[in-house]
């Protein structure tokens, strides 16, 4: 996807997982590199049984099936992410 372009909360969407960290400050430094590397990245705080966590997400998909196919582009940078759903 493309840099810049804003997620459009009305929509469903499908994003890549690439990591989740309970010190904010790691998720942000993650996503600065990766928008180094001129990726769309978002920092999503998520609750889990009680727990803060930062979630960091790469791009914004309109099917699972777009998502998957712009994995091997992260895999190639050896950037292991799972494909999820957005909010």
């Known amino acids: 996807m493309p840099p810049g372009n804003p997620p459009d909360p009305t929509r469903d969407f499908y994003t890549i997982h690439i990591g989740s960290y309970r010190n904010e400050g ?5 996503a600065a590199d ?22 960091v997400w790469i791009g914004q998909f309109p099917t699972a099936e777009a998502a998957k196919a712009f994995a091997p582009k992260l895999d ?11 909010y």
């Open 26 to 30: 790691n998720a942000q430094k993650l």
């Open 34 to 55: 990766m928008r180094g590397k001129k990726f769309e990245v978002r920092v999503v705080q998520a609750e889990v049984k009680g727990n803060i966590y930062f979630r």
């Open 76 to 86: 190639s940078l050896g950037i292991k992410g799972n494909v999820v759903k957005g």
